[in-house]
């Protein structure tokens, strides 16, 4: 089983505001059997550690759609495992981060239920 470990960071809560819309949830759902908390827990990795733990993953495609009049983005997920919760790592298409960044989903809101506060360190098994 492949791992990767990265550091919370403090997002830009722009995630919470896409989670949030019907077509994501549904999506999502469909393609992990959950439905996501409306937000992300982030977490600082370094870049080759991320093209390593994914590069030989399966990923989950969710195309972009127009939804109320908006074009919003897709994203390739894969389906991993945090502390227990079953998880997915997102690779947004629009992300307005780096690869140094990380955005994991589950149905709980990861950083309440694992008590978790930025600089703690997280490992995700894939």
């Known amino acids: 089983m492949k791992k990767i470990s990265g550091r919370v960071k403090t997002g830009k809560k722009q995630a919470q505001?896409?989670?949030?819309?019907?077509?994501?949830?549904e999506k999502i759902e469909d393609k992990t059997g959950f439905r996501p908390f409306p937000g992300t827990l982030n977490l600082q990795v370094r870049p080759e550690e991320r093209e390593k733990f994914t590069e030989e993953m399966e990923a989950d495609r969710i195309e972009g759609f127009n939804y109320e009049g908006k074009d919003y983005g897709g994203l390739e997920l894969y389906k991993v495992e945090l502390s227990g919760f079953e998880a997915a790592l997102l690779d947004i298409d629009r992300a307005d981060h780096g690869d140094e960044i990380v955005e994991v989903i589950a149905s709980e809101k990861l950083r309440a239920e694992l008590g978790l506060e930025d600089g703690d360190e997280v490992k995700i098994d894939g």
């Open 17 to 25: 505001k896409f989670l949030s819309l019907e077509p994501y949830q």
